[in-house]
């Protein structure tokens, strides 16, 4: 025990941990707002929500399309690009911890995450597309589902600028041309961000990810594939405490709706659930047991912290977590408790 106890206070004393703690809690307050922006459109201003189901909303509201559209933008602005947020912050107290604070650090990584997931790509998750308009670049990587790489890039740039960064104060002024000191940084981040970027655009134009994702969950959708599903939920889980995509976590309306249809109509003929067609595929048993409160069941998790804990961060999470939880969104507890990279809550997660 007190070796774990030992390894747990190493590990914490790192820096990238320590920065990416100070950088969780900074970009918290906008994700609290862009977590109730989008519990309130999906559920109250949606047409299929169920608050507006029940509280009829459309029959006294007739300007719902136009107000949904508002929440939806500030989501989208705020959780919608928490990842660069994260980038940004990381960078910064990469540097701060290690004594040589930045002017452009937080830039740069912004601009290396950018390049990192628009790489050239026509295959998810890594996908980009050139319009008229300008660039588009897989949303998904901009938001929590990206918030590992946004760590790891602001990381790495961080270190780049405490090591190369000849302005090594924010006291210094840069109007006297010294800016031009730290091309060298900015320079070597980019080029290295590249780098990663080309091989993560060739494994994705070659199918890895595809195969990966498509393997898992075609076996999961098989009559008698209750292992499979199990292992799929276990790397959901896995890479959701991660803040990644887990391979339950893509669309899967299709073949859910088809399984489902599968399992209704069987039960409508013979009068009973016993013998159905899909009896533990990812629709049956992983969506609809294991997201109670959102990936991990962690409404359980808000229910021992009401009853057992008496610290008030904690407890001030769990207020404001407790709203978009009974909606399955537990954003607000990964980052806020936090359960993403805590090694105490990784079981209980699983």
Do not use: C
């Not at 008229?132 to 590992?148: E, P, V």
């Not at 320079?187 to 393997?215: A, N, Y």
């Not at 959701?240 to 339950?248: D, K, R």
């Not at 709706?257 to 069987?266: D, R, T, V």
């Amino acid at each position: 025990m007190n070796n774990l106890v030992n390894s747990l206070v190493w590990v914490r004393r790192k820096i990238f941990i320590r920065a990416s703690a100070d950088t969780m809690a900074a970009i918290l307050p906008f994700l609290v707002i862009g977590v109730f922006a989008e519990v309130i459109s999906s559920a109250f201003l949606s047409t299929k929500g169920f608050g507006a189901d029940i509280l009829h909303i459309n029959a006294w509201v007739k300007e719902i399309p136009q107000v949904q559209r508002v929440f939806m933008q500030v989501t989208g602005l705020t959780t919608g690009l928490l990842a660069l947020f994260a980038a940004y912050k990381n960078a910064e107290f990469t540097t701060y911890l290690k004594k040589s604070e930045s002017h452009f650090a937080g830039l740069t990584a912004m601009i290396s995450y950018l390049l990192l997931i628009s790489l050239p790509s026509h295959a998810a998750p890594f996908n980009f597309s050139m319009e008229k308009t300008g660039i588009s670049a897989d949303n998904g990587l901009f938001g929590i589902q990206g918030l590992l790489f946004g760590l790891i890039v602001g990381y790495i740039v961080g270190l780049i600028f405490a090591r190369f960064e000849k302005i090594t104060t924010r006291n210094v002024s840069l109007a006297d041309g010294r800016s031009y000191q730290v091309l060298l940084p900015i320079f070597m981040s980019l080029l290295l961000v590249t780098f990663v970027g080309l091989i993560l655009s060739l494994l994705t134009d070659l199918g890895v990810f595809d195969w990966i994702v498509t393997s898992i969950r075609s076996y999961s959708s098989q009559k008698n594939s209750f292992l499979m599903t199990l292992l799929g939920s276990f790397i959901t889980g896995i890479l959701n405490w991660l803040g990644l995509s887990g391979p339950f976590d893509y669309s899967t309306a299709t073949q859910d709706s088809i399984m489902a249809s599968s399992n209704a109509l069987y039960a409508l003929q013979h009068h009973s659930i016993w013998n159905i067609p899909y009896p533990y595929s990812e629709l049956s048993l992983y969506h609809s047991y294991a997201t109670f409160g959102g990936v991990g069941a962690t409404l359980a998790l808000i229910i021992a912290i009401v009853i057992v804990s008496k610290n008030s961060r904690d407890l001030t999470t769990v207020r404001w977590g407790l709203f978009p939880a009974l909606f399955n969104n537990n954003s607000i507890l990964m980052l806020g408790v936090p359960v993403f990279f805590n090694v105490i809550y990784l079981i209980p997660f699983l």
